[in-house]
């Protein structure tokens, strides 16, 4: 269950991340609303699954999957620069963080 909570806040944080970038310096008000709401979802939930889980592999679960989110996101709606590069970097680290996870730090 704690893995899911890290799931789920991760991608919150790809919603906050986005919005972020939408609230165009906190200008506007929407937005805006929204980066608090996953902002305050995606720790919350952070917070409760560190209570169960090394904080270590979960953290980079969760950085992880915010980059990643981030960046495919941006490409699909935003209209980010697609290159090889950014494809590769992107599936290094989800490979990074499948790799934490297969290390043995996982609960």
Do not use: N
Not at 48 to 71: E, F, H, M, N
């Amino acid at each position: 269950m704690a893995w899911l909570l890290v799931i789920v806040a991760g991608i919150l944080e790809t919603g906050f991340a986005v919005c972020l970038k939408l609230s165009h310096g906190f200008t506007r008000l929407w937005p805006t609303v929204a980066f608090c709401a996953f902002a305050l979802g995606s720790f919350g939930l952070l917070t409760l699954a560190l209570k169960r889980l090394d904080v270590g592999p979960a953290y980079a679960v969760w950085t992880g999957i915010g980059a990643a989110g981030t960046a495919i996101y941006g490409m699909v709606f935003l209209d980010d620069v697609v290159s090889v590069l950014k494809l590769v970097s992107i599936t290094l680290v989800i490979v990074g963080v499948i790799g934490l996870q297969l290390s043995g730090g996982a609960h």
